[in-house]
């Protein structure tokens, strides 16, 4: 958690690879408690405007939270928080959650749908938002770092190859 700007705009970080196991007994009890934990630390922290930086990455799909919590949430917030809220980023954001998004789109505001923004690398949120408050925890910074590699790697492979280079120039 941080803040950028001249006034009190809060940007929260929420890192989905430390969610609970939905294999857990107690899963629904653990998810509602933490939503409330987090719908009152927004309640306390978001003075002015504020945005949300969840964190996608390194994050095995049963650690991730389902469609029914995710709606719960949204409708569970104040419409002050709704309003407040400047932008959604989802880093590293999978194929999962693209379609999931892209599937509810037409059930959400469009005030809403025009808040979330995909990045794909640390280094794309760091030209949105200042790092300085910001703690990236180290599992996403190696998962961001291997995606990295994995992208340079087939670049180069692509410009290697004479017939994707012949495609690359046409």
Known sequence: TGYYGD??????VFAACFLPDSS??????VMENL???VISTLELMVAEDYMIVYLNGATPRRRMPGLGWMKKCYQMIDRRLRKNLKSFIIVHPSWFIRT???VTRPFISSKFSS????VYTLAELRE???MEY???PDSIVKYDEEKCIKRR???????NDPEMASVEQE
């Open 128 to 130: 949105m938002i200042p």
């Open 115 to 118: 808040k979330i923004q995909y």
């Open 7 to 12: 006034g009190l705009n809060a940007i929260i």
């Open 24 to 29: 857990r007994t107690d899963y629904n009890y």
């Open 100 to 102: 999931i998004l892209a």
């Open 153 to 159: 790697m087939r670049t180069s492979c692509l410009s």
């Open 134 to 136: 910001v703690h990236i």
């Open 35 to 37: 939503f409330l934990y």
